[in-house]
């Protein structure tokens, strides 16, 4: 355990520096020597910072502890050290679903059934917990129903959750089994290069990345590049060939990207069994927990918009419960918001 603890207070010195930890464990090849090295230097104190993670559930993961995924290890840059909120069962295979903050209706429409479907086969549905596919990819997965159905990786430290706005995702995945994942420390604020290096995780824990709807310029055209690096496979989903959000999927296709219109197709490609004698439907991909029901028979009962203290007086269930089911009605694209009030 102290090499964990040393690792946590020299990644919080260095500030998540990967240049700088990489060439302290190089000299040393010990993280409790590489820390009496700075030590000296600095007023952290290693036990305080390790009861902080303990008190936020965290746990830290080095690479030679079994829960530490073995497909990172084969990365370039792996992560000297990854923190977990929840639980991330890597012996059951990921697959990375990113694209566009900017999605249409219906790229978000697409990524939530690749996301079910995919939850529903036992794959793991890993992102970046950013607005647009990243989220809807996190939202469809959960509808699934599976334990463990999805992991977001973070560009931030895990005391912190970004963007603000899916803070209430974030819970829910870790509440139905599943795991926010940084290799950042407590502290560490989603500076722009962070979002970078997250895509090389988001992508090195993966099997294979399905791009849903990336312009030139995407976030997600960087992590097909880096899955590619990484001798993963990379699909992805055309779509109108005047639409900018599909210049990307339209020029990887062109250079060797796996075409794919359904997530049998990513199973196939990977060669993973697709069970077809439960086949997922539109609606069931979308279905709705007793809870969100209850939100939406009380704003079509109202037929007028309303605040969330309306909706948990009008369904005797709590501000947190409501809270949380808005969220994900919102996440779906059922529910918009307007002045505090909640729309169909």
């Not at 036992?122 to 997965?141: E, F, K, N, Q, T």
Request: one cysteine or more.
């Amino acid at each position: 355990m102290s090499q964990h603890l040393y690792y946590n207070a020299l990644n919080r010195f260095y500030q998540a520096n990967y240049g700088k930890t990489e060439s302290a464990w190089n000299k040393h090849h010990d993280w409790h020597a590489a820390w009496r090295a700075v030590a000296p230097e600095t007023s952290i104190d290693p036990q305080e910072e390790w009861e902080r993670l303990l008190k936020h559930g965290v746990r830290l993961f080095l690479p030679t502890d079994a829960d530490f995924p073995p497909l990172l290890t084969e990365i370039a840059r792996a992560p000297f050290g990854l923190y977990i909120v929840g639980a991330y069962d890597h012996t059951h295979p990921t697959v990375a679903l990113v694209g566009t903050r900017r999605a249409t209706s219906e790229g978000l429409r697409i990524a939530k059934q690749f996301a079910c479907n995919l939850a529903t086969q036992g794959i793991v549905v890993a992102s970046g917990l950013a607005l647009g596919i990243d989220g809807a990819a996190h939202a469809g997965a959960l509808t699934s129903g599976a334990c463990c159905a999805t992991v977001a990786v973070l560009p931030c430290g895990l005391d912190d959750v970004y963007p603000k706005s899916h803070a209430n995702l974030a819970n829910e995945i870790v509440r139905t089994g599943g795991a926010l994942i940084s290799e950042y420390p407590f502290g560490t604020q989603s500076f722009p290069l962070n979002f970078l290096e997250r895509n090389r995780i988001v992508s090195g824990i993966s099997s294979g990345t399905v791009v849903i709807e990336a312009p030139v310029g995407s976030g997600a055209l960087v992590t097909a590049k880096l899955a590619l690096d990484q001798n993963r496979e990379v699909f992805a989903v055309p779509g109108p060939i005047s639409h900018p959000n599909y210049i990307g999927p339209h020029r990887l296709i062109k250079e060797g990207a796996c075409l794919v219109t359904c997530a049998e197709d990513v199973c196939d490609a990977l060669g993973l069994l697709y069970q077809k004698s439960s086949p997922i439907s539109d609606e069931m991909a979308v279905r709705l927990s007793p809870h969100e029901q209850l939100v939406l028979a009380a704003i079509k009962g109202a037929g007028k918009p309303l605040t969330v203290d309306a909706i948990a007086t009008l369904t005797a269930q709590n501000i947190q419960t409501v809270n949380r089911a808005v969220a994900m009605l919102i996440i779906n694209g059922t529910l918009k918001e307007q002045n505090g009030a909640y729309s169909l």
